[in-house]
Every structure is written in C-alpha cells, then in structure tokens.
C-alpha cells in the first residue's frame, strides 16, 4: 500500500482501550495525558472517556482542535506522561523517543508501534539506554486502513521511569473487558 500523506493512519478504538484498560491504575498517576500526534483526536477521546484529562497536539490541522506544532519544537513537555500512536518512521530512527525521553524528560511514554520495531540492529543503543518498562503484544492485527487484512502486528511500548527491573511483556485481548483475565493467566 502506498503511505499515507504525513504518515496519517487513525487509530481505531480498541488498541487505546485494551491499553487503557491495562495500563488505567499507573495513568491515573499523571495529572493529564499528552498526545502529541492526535490526528483526528481518535485516541485523545478515549483517554477522556476513561476520565483522564488529554492535551494535543500534531504537525497538521485534522480539526481535532489540537496545537498545531512539531513535536520536536517543544522544549517542555505539554504533561508528564505521552500516549501516542506516533509516526512510525520517527520511531524507526530513534528520533521521537530520545526526544521524549531526553529532551523533555517525561516521566511516562506509551507509543503504539510495530511488533517487528524491537528487531532492528541499528537500535539497539536506544533499546539499550531506554529500555521499555512494560510492552503489550497485541493478539490481532489493528487495521488503520479500513481496507482489510492489516498487515502487521503492534504492540504498546511503555517507558516508565518508576519502573525498576527486566521489561514485562504481556498481551493484549481486543476485548478489553477481559484484561484482568489475561493478565491472570485465564483464557
């Protein structure tokens, strides 16, 4: 498929919920979430849905209201801890998380990414000096197209700097009602 102008692809519901779901306890933490490539504001409402203050913002106008900024043009963060479905191609050169992480020094990151982003050699560094706190596969593929048999796997990367020890790697269920189950080892 060809790519998307500026990298645009929605996020449906059901990642941000399974996520929200999972993650809800440690994110009521934070004072208000960032969501730093709202597009359409698809994901910033399900944060609010769960009672969670959002602020946005992106590179272009999709009339979600959000500030309309570079997130490399920000020096302070817009809140402590980000959630984001971020451009694939920024995470793949390391550029977004060392940003996040040591230009704006935010406390808490979940980005949305392909499974497959771990394996690349060339990231290795980054991994090694930013290594996730937790990362949740997903048991199906999201379709951010609309078209269709989505070709890839994602998961939730989570950077979390009270976490203390190896990464936690848990899955995700579409449905996220049943989150507690899962993470109880009950199908």
């Known amino acids: 498929l060809e790519r998307e102008k500026d990298d645009f692809y929605p996020t449906p519901p059901e990642p941000t919920r399974a996520f929200l779901h999972a993650e809800i306890d440690r994110l009521r933490d934070f004072?208000?979430?960032w969501e730093p490539a709202a597009g359409d504001g698809a994901m910033a409402?399900?944060?609010?849905?769960?009672g969670i203050e959002c602020?946005?913002?992106?590179?272009?106008?999709?009339?979600?209201?959000?500030?309309?900024?570079s997130f490399y043009d920000f020096t302070e963060p817009s809140a402590p801890a980000i959630v984001t479905n971020p451009p694939f191609?920024?995470?793949?050169?390391?550029?977004?998380?060392?940003h996040a992480l040591d230009v704006?020094?935010?406390?808490?990151?979940a980005l949305l990414l392909p499974v497959n982003w771990t394996g690349a050699e060339s990231r290795a560094g980054l991994w090694a000096k930013h290594t996730p706190a937790r990362v949740y596969l997903m048991r199906w593929r999201i379709?951010?197209?609309?078209?269709?048999?989505?070709p890839m796997l994602n998961a939730w990367f989570v950077?979390?700097?009270?976490?203390?020890?190896?990464?936690?790697?848990?899955?995700?269920?579409?449905?996220?009602?049943?989150?507690?189950?899962?993470?109880?080892?009950e199908a």
């Open 55 to 69: 602020a946005i913002s992106d590179l272009v106008d999709r009339g979600a209201g959000a500030t309309i900024r």
């Open 143 to 150: 379709d951010f197209t609309g078209q269709g048999a989505p």
């Open 31 to 33: 004072h208000g979430i």
């Open 45 to 50: 409402r399900e944060i609010e849905a769960m």
């Open 104 to 109: 704006l020094g935010v406390e808490y990151m």
């Open 159 to 185: 950077w979390d700097r009270q976490h203390q020890g190896e990464t936690i790697l848990r899955m995700l269920d579409r449905k996220d009602a049943r989150q507690g189950d899962l993470f109880q080892g």
């Open 89 to 98: 191609s920024e995470c793949n050169s390391g550029d977004w998380i060392r």
